[in-house]
């Protein structure tokens, strides 16, 4: 007879809430957050271990269905990040993102999901040390509300 786990479908139980760290996928441009990601690393500053990184060519290419997605899979908060205005090497994929994160947060507000799990901030190759310090901050905001409500990996 096959040795069952917590994690076989079924015999499930939610870990306590006291166990639970914020989950956060992080979608980077390749050309600004993604090398600040590498910055920070390469400096050996310590950065959360909470953020899981997807590289895109530009913050422009992300779209809401990928945020939705992330959440739907039990993702705490998602975290898209690419560079400043003026910045894009793809002249005005950020400016799209720009505007469209706003739209998308309030979307999800509707649908009764906290509109701080989803966040859109400029960073630069250059700024590692902001970076971390972004990161270090949504963990502190993602912590006061709780998990994701489709993290169903903890109790509430
Ligand atoms: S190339 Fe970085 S946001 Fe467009």
């Given at each position: 007879?096959?040795?069952?786990d917590?994690?076989?479908?079924?015999?499930?139980?939610?870990?306590?809430?006291?166990?639970?760290?914020?989950?956060?996928?992080?979608i980077?441009?390749?050309?600004?957050?993604y090398a600040g990601a590498?910055q920070?690393?390469t400096?050996?500053?310590?950065?959360?271990a909470?953020?899981?990184?997807?590289?895109?060519?530009?913050?422009?290419?992300?779209e809401?269905?990928?945020?939705m997605?992330?959440?739907k899979q039990?993702?705490?908060g998602v975290?898209?990040s690419?560079c400043h205005i003026?910045?894009?090497h793809?002249?005005e994929?950020?400016?799209?993102?720009?505007?469209r994160?706003?739209?998308?947060?309030?979307?999800?507000e509707?649908?009764?999901i906290h509109k701080?799990?989803?966040?859109?901030?400029?960073?630069?190759?250059s700024?590692?040390?902001?970076?971390?310090?972004?990161?270090?901050e949504?963990v502190?905001d993602?912590?006061k509300?709780?998990?994701?409500?489709?993290?169903?990996?903890?109790?509430?």
């Amino acid at each position: 007879m096959a040795k069952t786990d917590e994690k076989t479908e079924g015999n499930y139980k939610p870990k306590p809430l006291e166990k639970w760290e914020p989950f956060i996928l992080g979608i980077f441009c390749n050309w600004c957050t993604y090398a600040g990601a590498d910055q920070a690393g390469t400096s050996r500053m310590q950065r959360p271990a909470n953020l899981r990184v997807m590289r895109v060519m530009c913050s422009g290419r992300v779209e809401p269905q990928w945020v939705m997605e992330a959440l739907k899979q039990g993702a705490d908060g998602v975290l898209i990040s690419g560079c400043h205005i003026g910045d894009c090497h793809y002249v005005e994929g950020n400016f799209k993102t720009a505007r469209r994160m706003p739209l998308l947060i309030k979307m999800l507000e509707q649908l009764g999901i906290h509109k701080d799990r989803v966040k859109f901030q400029f960073v630069s190759a250059s700024e590692g040390a902001e970076l971390t310090e972004i990161v270090d901050e949504f963990v502190a905001d993602l912590k006061k509300i709780g998990p994701g409500p489709f993290n169903k990996k903890f109790k509430k």
